[in-house]
């Protein structure tokens, strides 16, 4: 495969961004070796400057779930282009796209519309904070909700004790309101809010983490979150950017049958534009700007080129069997990957959860962050770029998960399979 374009691209770039990208992950910094610049993105495919093809397992990082450059998506946001990029006032697309969450989505009466992931969990704590009266949040390990100074957090020593600033530039004394729990062990959870319960305004979550790999939740544990919350008065807010409208119509909330009091969004709802949303109780969003005290504003929330693309996709995927085609197809990669593994002689496990699924070099399943960055990240990165020269681009970290589009079919999964067969061999020490 030949990389002089991009390879020039990338020069050029590294003196006008930091790390020559405009967000970390894609600079390949943790799998080593350049990224690849692209040129168009067509279904299940990427193509890069240099004409390089690839089945891409990413989809802009979860957007892309009715495949890149839907004709139905083209179309609508083309029809809408022609009369205007941005208002600045309201327009009707903006009122179907409420009505379309709410409906798609029962925990959320109302919503307010954003423009990127970390500005829905921004609001959705500062909303938590505002209703409830009371300052502390807790977060999970492992779990990534936007690049928010609350949200760049680690634990302290001690399970228990304040959180510590995870990038300079995060204030300690903003760091102290954030506590972080390990996912997935519920004993650690009922501790820190016999501890601090009445300290904490609510609790944030990925339902199924899918920044740290890809990480399930153990049979009732949302439902014991659900229920600390309710116990001790304060709101369970899902974060939902990646999960929302991949792992199921109305996401994880709907395939675990939880009610979250809050629930952000992003990704899938824009289409590919810029897009996020929270929403939630209708008594707690009534208490947002301006029909009540919580601030919260955006000069280009509700864009109307965006709404159109949300809209075009949120159609899509409401068509008879689509996640169900998905599930499949997620089953019939996984499966394969899995056999040629073994055949190769390489331990691998995998999770999945309809569109989005994990590769974990290790020989045990993994349901905690600890067992997610126990396994071999070595071999991960030979393995990525194995792939990467069969054509195929997964997610160039070992602790991202990988997403299918319902354009991936047999042609894509089955190449992607016969190319695992000696790339597991190369991920071999
Ligand atoms: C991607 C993501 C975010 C951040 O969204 P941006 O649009 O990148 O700001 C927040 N939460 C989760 C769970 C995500 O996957």
Redesign the pocket.
């Known amino acids: 495969m030949n990389h002089t374009l991009s390879h020039d691209l990338f020069v050029r770039a590294q003196t006008l961004l930091p790390g020559g990208v405009n967000s970390p992950v894609r600079a390949f910094k943790s799998v080593g070796g350049e990224p690849f610049f692209a040129q168009r993105a067509e279904g299940a495919y990427l193509i890069d400057v240099d004409g390089n093809r690839y089945v891409d397992y990413i989809g802009s990082?979860?957007p892309m779930i009715a495949g890149h450059a839907h004709p139905q998506v083209l179309d609508a946001v083309a029809q809408v282009m022609r009369d205007g990029l941005s208002f600045g006032v309201p327009n009707a697309l903006e009122v179907t796209m409420a009505e379309t969450l709410t409906r798609l989505v029962p925990s959320c009466e109302m919503v307010r519309m954003v423009n990127?992931?970390?500005?829905a969990?921004l609001s959705a704590i500062r909303l938590a904070r505002g209703a409830t009266g009371r300052n502390k949040i807790v977060k999970f390990e492992g779990?990534?909700?936007?690049?928010g100074d609350s949200f760049l957090v680690k634990a302290g020593s001690g399970m228990l004790t304040l959180g510590v600033p995870d990038s300079p530039g995060v204030p300690k004394a903003l760091a102290d309101l954030t506590l972080t729990l390990p996912y997935n062990d519920f004993d650690a959870a009922t501790q820190l809010f016999e501890l601090a319960g009445a300290d904490i305004a609510g609790v944030i979550v990925?339902p199924i983490v899918?920044?740290a790999n890809c990480i399930l939740p153990r049979d009732g544990y949302l439902q014991h979150l659900r229920d600390l919350c309710t116990r001790y008065g304060a709101l369970l807010i899902f974060?939902e950017?990646?999960t929302g409208f991949r792992v199921a119509l109305g996401g994880a909330q709907q395939r675990y049958g939880i009610t979250p009091d809050l629930s952000?969004f992003?990704?899938i709802i824009g289409g590919g534009m810029p897009v996020?949303a929270y929403g939630g109780r209708r008594d707690l969003m009534q208490q947002i700007a301006p029909s009540g005290p919580i601030y919260q504003a955006g000069t280009l929330s509700g864009n109307p080129v965006a709404m159109a693309a949300g809209l075009a996709t949120l159609a899509l995927i409401q068509a008879p069997g689509f996640y169900e085609k998905l599930e499949r197809r997620t089953h019939q990669l996984c499966d394969g990957l899995e056999d040629a593994a073994r055949e190769a002689g390489v331990a691998i496990t995998t999770n999945r959860s309809c569109a989005m699924f994990g590769l974990f070099f290790t020989d045990r399943n993994v349901e905690t962050f600890a067992e997610a960055t126990a396994c071999d990240v070595g071999a991960f990165r030979r393995f990525f770029h194995a792939m990467l020269r069969r054509g195929v681009y997964l997610a160039p970290s070992a602790y991202e998960a990988g997403f299918l589009s319902s354009m991936h079919g047999d042609i894509e999964i089955s190449h992607t399979i016969e190319a695992s067969r000696e790339a597991f061999r190369e991920a071999r020490a």
């Not at 990127?116 to 500005?119: A, L, R, V």
């Not at 779990?143 to 690049?147: A, E, F, K, T, V």
């Open positions: 990082w979860g990127s992931g970390t500005e969990t779990c990534y909700h936007g690049h990925e899918g920044n974060d950017v990646m952000t992003g990704k996020g």
